[in-house]
């Protein structure tokens, strides 16, 4: 993609910037869905159908200003979710610049056929390493096919002479308009931890979650 401004009739991949100068790539596909991802974390910032609905929440207090972390849209949690380890609260990996990623390795052609698609490449910097002594190369494919699906693709490669252990989470914001009507599935009889009780660990029982209000 080169400069990464690639369009035709079914998809559209283009560079631009924000309000506050920070680059972002804009994928389109033909019927009017669209996403955007800031460089600045490897961030999906918007999601949108093909009626113009955006589908991810971003904070009033969200600023887009580095180092501050974007508060919203899909953070990208890595290398620790949550403050579990030593690390500042999620990982660093939402506080770096990213870059486009040149020299993607293959991936099955079902993920870009047809589809606009962007490939991201996060290092290690010099003061990333005296905070975390390990390098590594994370790569990140945002993909958005046509009738508006959208798919995030993470590969993380041990780049070092020794093994590391790491946390990832895509810390997704969903846009709701009835709190009441969302269910959370699939996640029974798997263990967790309870923020709400000093990180105890208990098994879900339920086939689904439901909310009757915001959970603080």
């Known amino acids: 993609m080169g400069n990464l401004t690639m369009s035709d009739q079914k998809v559209s991949v283009e560079m631009q910037k924000d309000a506050n100068g920070l680059e972002k790539v804009v994928l389109k596909e033909p019927r009017g869905a669209s996403a955007?991802?800031?460089?600045?974390?490897?961030?999906?910032?918007?999601?949108?159908?093909d009626r113009g609905e955006e589908l991810l929440f971003i904070s009033s207090k969200a600023?887009?200003?580095?180092?501050?972390?974007?508060?919203?849209?899909?953070?990208?949690?890595?290398?620790?979710?949550?403050?579990?380890?030593?690390?500042?609260?999620?990982?660093?990996?939402?506080?770096?610049?990213?870059?486009?990623?040149?020299?993607?390795?293959?991936f099955p052609t079902s993920t870009s056929n047809n589809k606009a698609v962007v490939d991201l490449i996060l290092k290690p910097s010099d003061?990333?390493?005296?905070?975390?002594?390990?390098?590594?190369?994370?790569?990140?494919?945002?993909?958005?096919?046509?009738?508006?699906?959208?798919?995030?693709?993470?590969?993380?490669?041990?780049?070092?002479?020794?093994?590391?252990?790491?946390?990832?989470?895509?810390?997704?914001?969903?846009?709701?308009?009835?709190?009441s009507e969302v269910r959370v599935e699939g996640l029974e009889t798997l263990d967790y931890l309870d923020n709400l009780r000093n990180k105890e660990r208990f098994t879900e029982q339920g086939d689904a979650i439901t909310f009757e209000s915001e959970v603080c």
């Open 36 to 49: 955007q991802v800031h460089l600045f974390g490897g961030h999906v910032t918007s999601w949108k159908n």
């Open 63 to 106: 600023i887009f200003r580095p180092p501050k972390a974007i508060r919203g849209g899909i953070p990208i949690c890595f290398p620790q979710f949550g403050s579990s380890g030593s690390l500042e609260q999620h990982g660093f990996a939402r506080n770096r610049f990213w870059s486009i990623d040149k020299n993607p390795p293959p």
């Open 127 to 179: 003061e990333d390493v005296k905070i975390w002594p390990h390098s590594f190369e994370f790569r990140l494919r945002v993909v958005l096919a046509p009738g508006g699906d959208l798919t995030l693709i993470s590969r993380i490669r041990n780049t070092d002479s020794k093994p590391f252990t790491f946390t990832f989470a895509y810390h997704t914001y969903f846009s709701v308009s009835d709190i």
